[in-house]
C-alpha cells in the first residue's frame, strides 16, 4: 500500500490491530461527538454513519492520504449498546446482555482524501453471555474494564462470561481485519 493510513480513532486497541497486522499508519481522533442512536435507525446504520461522520471529520485535517474510521456498538433486543456513561449504565448494558446473544457490528469507511472517494461497509459478529452472579457482575464493574468500551465489555480481556460464537473476533474487538483487508483489495484505487 503506497498511500498513508490515518487512522481516524482513539482506541489502543485499534491501534494495537493495525500494528500486528503489520499496517503503516498515523493516528489523528476525529473530534465529532457519538450522538445517541436515532429512533428508527438499525444499528448497522448507526454505525455506518458514524464511521463515515469520523472518517469526514479527520479528512477536513489533511489534504491527502487514506482514512480509516470505525465506530462498534452491541445490540440486543433492538437496543443498541454504545459505550457506557457510568457504572450504573454499564450494569445495565451487562444486565441485558446476560443468558442471551449479542450483536456487534462495526461500521468502517475508507476515505481517499485527494480523490473525495470512500467505502463503507459493516462487520456483524455474534457474542453469547452467560448469566452472572451477583459475585461476578460486581468484580467486571469494580474492575473498569467496560469503561470505554461498546457493550460495556472487552472480548479481548479474556472474560469467562463471554465469547464470540459467530463472526470475526477482531470486529468484536473494535476492527474487522477480515473485513478491512477485503475491502482494500476490492477497491485498488483507494490505495494506489
Request: glycine share 6%; with cysteine; proline share 5%.
Amino acid at each position: 500500500m503506497d498511500v498513508l493510513l490515518i487512522l481516524a480513532s482513539a482506541s489502543p486497541r485499534r491501534r494495537q490491530l493495525l500494528a500486528e497486522a503489520g499496517y503503516r499508519f498515523e493516528v489523528d481522533a476525529p473530534q465529532t461527538v457519538e450522538p445517541e442512536p436515532v429512533d428508527g435507525s438499525t444499528p448497522a446504520e448507526f454505525v455506518a454513519h458514524l464511521a463515515w461522520r469520523k472518517a469526514f471529520d479527520v479528512a477536513a485535517r489533511h489534504e491527502r492520504g487514506l482514512i480509516l474510521a470505525a465506530d462498534t456498538v452491541c445490540a440486543v433486543a433492538g437496543h443498541i449498546l454504545g459505550k457506557p456513561a457510568d457504572r450504573a449504565d454499564a450494569e445495565r448494558m451487562i444486565r441485558l446482555q446476560e443468558g442471551r446473544d449479542s450483536d456487534v457490528m462495526t461500521g468502517l469507511c475508507l476515505y481517499r482524501i485527494e480523490r473525495n472517494e470512500w467505502v463503507g461497509a459493516v462487520a456483524t459478529s455474534v457474542c453469547r453471555f452467560r448469566s452472572l452472579t451477583d459475585a461476578e457482575r460486581a468484580e467486571h464493574l469494580d474492575s473498569k474494564r467496560w469503561l470505554g468500551k461498546a457493550g460495556a465489555y472487552g472480548i479481548q480481556d479474556n472474560d469467562p462470561f463471554v465469547c464470540v460464537v459467530r463472526g470475526s473476533w477482531s470486529n468484536v474487538v473494535g476492527l474487522p481485519m477480515e473485513l478491512l483487508a477485503t475491502l482494500l483489495k476490492e477497491h485498488p484505487s483507494l490505495t494506489s
